[in-house]
């Protein structure tokens, strides 16, 4: 069993539509609802003591939704950052972003807050907030494994020295350790292109809380569930 807090929780925060939905309110009110569970659900992962956390905000796919959504959830982003910038600061939490923020879909102003909040948040070391936007991790590895390629070609890296921990390197935030715990909210069950290469032991948890109704109550009880599992990565079950 696991008795030690997970150092690395990553959540698919799902459901905002649906909650929205559910109480006949616009589609907007989901994410709106969402930012404060945001903060609830960081606070209540400073106090279990975690060290890395990440939060999916925005996908690669997300761009096929209807533009109405994707505008949504871009003001999602600049909201959440732009009202909570300070708290990060006063709570210790350094931000960090994954994902490909190049793309000229994304508004200027958002690419704008995002800089901001990195330069802002720069040193803090209570809590590693990786915050998951544009993100998709079939991309991330890819794009990892061309930056290996390229130091290859150029020398720089000899083949016989391509591994795993030559292509970690590479992976959008290289310091982020591979994940302890993933949570999905809303009842699905997949991980949806997220942070699949850091995953590769990590205990799945999911719920059928929605996302802006999801607390620290329900990450607390996210982690006892992880604290009660054996974590064998590959050995045989121990006997008892």
Not at 18 to 41: M, N, S, Y
Not at 75 to 101: M, Y
Request: charged share 30%; aromatic share 8%; with cysteine.
């Amino acid at each position: 069993m696991s008795f030690a807090p997970p150092r690395h929780v990553g959540v698919i925060m799902d459901g905002n539509g649906r909650w929205a939905a559910k109480r006949g309110l616009p589609p907007g009110a989901g994410p709106a609802a969402g930012e404060k569970a945001v903060l609830d659900v960081l606070e209540g992962a400073l106090e279990a003591g975690i060290e890395w956390f990440t939060l999916f905000l925005f996908s690669t796919e997300n761009w096929r939704r209807s533009a109405e959504e994707v505008s949504f959830l871009m003001k999602f982003c600049d909201d959440l950052l732009s009202r909570r910038g300070q708290e990060l600061v006063e709570r210790g939490a350094r931000l960090h972003v994954a994902g490909d923020l190049s793309d000229p879909r994304i508004p200027d102003s958002v690419r704008r807050r995002i800089s901001e909040t990195l330069s802002l948040t720069g040193h803090n070391t209570r809590l590693n907030l990786v915050i998951a936007f544009n993100y998709g991790s079939r991309r991330e590895i890819a794009d990892a494994a061309r930056a290996l390629a390229d130091d290859a070609a150029a020398g720089r890296i000899q083949p016989g020295e391509v591994d795993e921990t030559a292509l970690a390197a590479r992976l959008g935030v290289s310091e982020m350790p591979d994940a302890d715990l993933i949570i999905r909210t809303s009842g699905e069950s997949r991980l949806s292109n997220f942070l699949l290469w850091q995953a590769a032991y990590a205990e799945l948890y999911f719920t059928e809380v929605l996302w802006p109704d999801f607390n620290r109550t329900h990450l607390a009880e996210a982690i006892a569930d992880y604290q009660r599992r054996e974590r064998r990565f590959g050995r045989v079950r121990e006997s008892r």
